[in-house]
């Protein structure tokens, strides 16, 4: 897995091996629960959605932050993939699950885009 860092402060980015899963994630050092990983986006290539490949690549994931710093780890999906982080909760593999994220308001433009975005896609 590679993990780097990014053009948001704090922020950093991580990939799988077989580069076919990506995600974002954060240190959150204050909060009610002490300090945690935060993972605010987590995609798997759509070639292989629906084949139980994301659990596989969200422990990897989990595995390799916790390689760094053994903390709690949190998640935050967005609205359509509530039901699978809830699942993940329930298998232990995350150990908490935030609100999902639903929508985001393109300040530019003043339109709304849906958090839904490919993060496995190159650009």
Known sequence: SRIT????????AWESED?????????VSKSKKGPLWHIDAFSVNKKLMNQGKGEEY???MVNDLKEIEDLKIYGQPVHKAVSFWKRM???GIVDFVLPPINMYSDVSGGSVLAATRDLTRRE
């Open 89 to 91: 909760k329930a298998k």
């Open 5 to 12: 860092g990014s053009k948001f402060e704090g922020l950093r």
């Open 58 to 60: 969200l422990r990897e």
């Open 19 to 27: 580069e076919m899963a990506r995600g974002t994630f954060r240190r």
